[in-house]
């Protein structure tokens, strides 16, 4: 667990806020919580949030990563909302587990932006991706992978977290 939160700083420290990277990423095994509805209210996100981190600290699936979330972003930008809203939580996987039932996030291209500042403020940084797509003729899929880089244990200030938030893309034909 510590030298996977050691990574995380290290990239952290590696990389510069507001700005488009790409990257490949291999499969990523995940753990997600139910499905959170876009018209929920913040105690049914807060209630599964719960029960997530219970079933994380039961099969003892920490591994350093923090609880991440994925976001309808589309749907996030269209809307009148002024927070992040996750329709999962998930959790990070060892890859070594064999006989676990997992979901993956899929291997392949995305763009990365890195958001410094609260979880419900991430959102904010989603225009970057669509400034981005329209200028390179790329095509985004529906859902960003929101990660947390520096979190609570690292950081007391919210405002200076660093979220990885990440979209896989296609180019456009």
């Not at 939580?89 to 958001?115: A, C, K, M, R, W």
Request: with cysteine.
């Amino acid at each position: 667990m510590t030298e996977t939160k050691c990574q995380l700083i290290t990239k952290a420290n590696q990389i510069m806020t507001n700005m488009v990277y790409v990257e490949y990423r291999d499969e990523i095994k995940i753990i997600k919580s139910e499905h959170i509805s876009f018209n929920s209210n913040e105690i049914t996100q807060y209630k599964i949030l719960g029960e997530h981190i219970k079933y994380r600290r039961k099969q003892n699936h920490s591994l350093g990563h923090a609880i991440s979330g994925m976001v309808e972003w589309k749907k996030m930008l269209a809307s009148d909302r002024k927070k992040t809203f996750y329709q999962y939580y998930y959790t990070i996987l060892d890859n070594q587990l064999e006989n676990e039932n997992y979901d993956t996030i899929p291997s392949g291209n995305y763009l990365v932006v890195y958001h410094k500042g609260t979880y419900e403020t991430s959102y904010q940084s989603y225009h970057l991706f669509l400034d981005y797509a329209k200028k390179n003729h790329l095509i985004l899929d529906d859902i960003a992978y929101d990660e947390s880089l520096i979190d609570e244990l690292i950081e007391a200030n919210p405002q200076n977290y660093i979220t990885q938030i990440s979209v896989k893309f296609k180019k456009e034909l």
